[in-house]
Nanobody, 121 residues
């Protein structure tokens, strides 16, 4: 009923930039928080950045000042602008959203399919 579709990953050299997008679609009543996680090979999935329902951003320490999260509520879309990329940013990036649905009312967490970001040195 709800899908998160990501785009914008790819291959970039160190110091470069990429912009990820994630659009939520389906029988959505309201989208609460939206964010991005990443998972490197052999490691756990970790929070990169998140926007609360009130619009307050939270960033993982290593991306503070380099990444910017934003959202377009009219399109139920969240973006992650990634600048000054480093090889250690290489990972699969997953979109995450907490969404309210009706009939019956419920609040659930959804994940995108993941998009690969590779940064070469």
């Amino acid at each position: 009923q709800v899908q998160l579709v990501e785009s914008g990953g790819g291959f970039v050299q160190a110091g470069g930039s990429l912009r990820l997008s994630c659009a939520a679609s389906g029988s959505i009543f309201r989208v609460n928080s939206m964010g991005w996680y990443h998972q490197a090979p052999g490691k756990q999935r970790e929070l990169v950045a998140r926007l609360t329902s009130g619009g307050t951003p939270n960033y993982e320490d290593s991306v503070q000042g380099r990444f910017t999260i934003s959202r377009d509520n009219t399109k139920n879309t969240v973006y992650l602008q990634m600048n000054s990329l480093k090889p250690e940013d290489t990972a699969v990036y997953y979109c995450n959203a907490v969404i309210e649905l009706l009939k019956p009312y419920r609040m659930s967490t959804y994940w995108g399919q993941g998009t690969q970001v590779t940064v070469s040195s």
